[in-house]
T-cell receptor, first 114, second 119 residues
Framework: KAGVTQTPRYLIKTRGQQVTLSCSPI?????VSWYQQTPGQGLQFLFE???????NKGNFPGRFSGRQFSNSRSEMNVSTLELGDSALYLC?????????????FGEGSWLTVV | AQKVTQAQTEISVVEKEDVTLDCVYE???????LFWYKQPPSGELVFLIR??????QNEISGRYSWNFQKSTSSFNFTITASQVVDSAVYFC????????????????FGQGTILTVHP
């Protein structure tokens, strides 16, 4: 069974640009969530999507957005990039229903903003 | 609000030593899930264990064991006979659940413990 797949793995962007990151969840999983990891703030929850609807949201500015498609694949977008957006962005998937869901993570996308 | 504290920032041991990673959590929920993840340098968070708030049995998986004590809000992780391959950052995390017991994809993480095992 394939795991959570994230693309691209590494990217460098210039301040002011925008970036789109992609995530393919484990087959059958309908919940996809996104996290930002930085040395200073640690791992922080961005948002979660379930059945194409945002179900939960963290405390990030509106520059951070996401969406989920009918096949459960998800994308997150960061507009008007700032230097502080340099981070590892991790996607996670889980079934999203029922009890005791285990949340599995992808390898992440390393974003550097210069 | 939920909070997870991993007081040990870094731990350094010599191979074959036992090591315990501490995790203390805060939540007002009566139902919740606790997780441990391992993060090697590649960045991926590798799932190790999930424990629900109603199950206080300790668990052992090979060289790994977990001690969950609801009375002290702790969920500690012990590696027995550590190996160099255990070197990584370890995260403890707490999950919200809805009224039906479904775990949303939102995890609250501790700051992580960097474990270095020397040969």
């Amino acid at each position: 069974k394939a795991g959570v797949t994230q693309t691209p793995r590494y990217l460098i962007k210039t301040r002011g640009q925008q970036v789109t990151l992609s995530c393919s969840p484990i087959s059958g999983h309908r919940s996809v969530s996104w996290y930002q990891q930085t040395p200073g703030q640690g791992l922080q929850f961005l948002f979660e999507y379930f059945s194409e609807t945002q179900r939960n949201k963290g405390n990030f500015p509106g520059r951070f957005s996401g969406r989920q498609f009918s096949n459960s694949r998800s994308e997150m977008n960061v507009s008007t990039l700032e230097l502080g957006d340099s981070a590892l962005y991790l996607c996670a998937s889980s079934p999203g229903t029922g009890t005791g869901n285990t949340i599995y993570f992808g390898e992440g996308s390393w974003l550097t903003v210069v | 609000a939920q909070k997870v504290t991993q007081a040990q920032t870094e731990i350094s041991v010599v191979e074959k030593e036992d090591v315990t990673l501490d995790c203390v959590y805060e939540t007002r929920d009566t139902t919740y899930y606790l997780f441990w993840y391992k993060q090697p340098p590649s960045g991926e968070l590798v799932f190790l264990i999930r424990r629900n708030s109603f199950d206080e049995q300790n668990e052992i998986s090979g060289r790994y064991s977990w001690n969950f004590q609801k009375s002290t809000s702790s969920f500690n992780f012990t590696i027995t006979a550590s190996q160099v391959v255990d070197s990584a950052v370890y995260f403890c995390a707490l999950s919200e659940v809805n009224a039906g017991g479904t775990s949303y994809g939102k995890l609250t993480f501790g700051q992580g413990t960097i474990l270095t095992v020397h040969p």
